[in-house]
Every structure is written in C-alpha cells, then in structure tokens.
C-alpha cells in the first residue's frame, strides 16, 4: 500500500480504500447500509435529474487525455525496441492496444460516474502501470543512449506526475464521491421503500 501511495497519491488511495468499505456494506445487502443514508439525502437524490446540479467531468476528462498521451509514449517506445515489422503488423500492434486500452477506460469512466469502486480502482492499475513502466523504459533508454526515446519517456513520466496531481485533486474527488453518495443514496432508498420505512 505504500508503494501505491507514493505513485498514486494519498487523497486517491484513501478514496479508493473508502470505496472498497462501501462495496462491502453493498455487498452485504443489509440494514447496516442506511447507517451511511439519510432519508433527506435519498429524496434529494430522488428528484429529476434535470433538478439536480450538474457535475463537472473535465477531472476525469483529462486523466484519459493524459492516460492515452503516456500510453501512447510508452507503445511508440516499446515498439521501437522490437525487430522491424511490416506496416500492416506495426500499425496493427499499435492500434488494437490502444482500441482497447481507450474502451477500457471508458468503461472505467463510466462506472465512476455510476459510483461504482472497480472503475477508481482500474484508474488506479492504469496510473500505477503507466508510470512504473514510464520510469523503467527511461532508465533503459538512457542507459542504452537512446536520446530520443529517453526524452519521450521523461514527458511520458512527467504527464504521470500531472495525472497524479488531477487523482488527488479536489475536482475528481468531489466527483467520485457524488456518483458514490448518489448510488449510496438510491440504494438506500430502494431499501427503506422496501423495508416500509
């Protein structure tokens, strides 16, 4: 945990551990989740969702801008070390990657948006993977005196360093724990109603 906590900050890994408490109290299906609702809370939730203030996304926005940019940095430097290959085989190891990192993370997006955990913590996996990896292909670059690669990989890890910034910032948390209150809220609700409470 202190390694995720030095690359990833301690704000985000104190959501993240909050999260996985909440998936627990979900998961138990039980009353000890009203103790985290209020029925106020729950109508307030409850009205339209035209009613409801509008969140800001741009948080989370720009951490997949800076998580495509770093993976980017690290495929071009990874694929440069490999044997020559043919357009068509170059351009295919390049794309799919990417198709599926992009979709991955889009789906990590929306599950935020929903207050759902796993996704935080696939951006967490992301985060943590591209900057261990950003930090090593530097090192090897350099040490193999590729100037051109190890200047990819030092913008590569200094994007790491902004995305750390943006996962610790008051917008991507005060988003994430909207969608998480918001689901707490609906849940909660769902289970008063249910209760006849």
Known sequence: MRLATLISGWLF???????????????????????????????????????????????LAFVL????????????????????????????IFFLPAILFIFSNLTATYMIARGKT????????VHGVLTVLSALLLVFTVLDG????????????????????VLNGRGFILFVLYGRTQRIATLSRGMRIRSGQ
């Open 118 to 125: 796993s996704g935080l913590a696939w951006y967490g996996l």
């Open 146 to 165: 590729q100037t051109h690669h190890a200047v990819i990989m030092l913008v590569a890890l200094l994007i790491m360093l902004a995305c750390r910034c």
């Open 65 to 92: 801008l800076l998580f495509l940019v770093a993976f980017a940095c690290n495929l071009l430097t990874l694929m440069a070390m490999l044997p020559k290959q043919t357009p068509p085989v170059r351009a295919l």
């Open 13 to 59: 890994c104190d959501l993240l551990a909050h999260g996985r408490e909440m998936e627990q109290v979900i998961a138990r299906g039980d009353n000890s989740l009203l103790q985290h609702s209020t029925p106020e809370l729950e109508r307030w939730f409850d009205k339209p969702l035209s009613e409801l203030p509008r969140q800001n996304g741009f948080p």
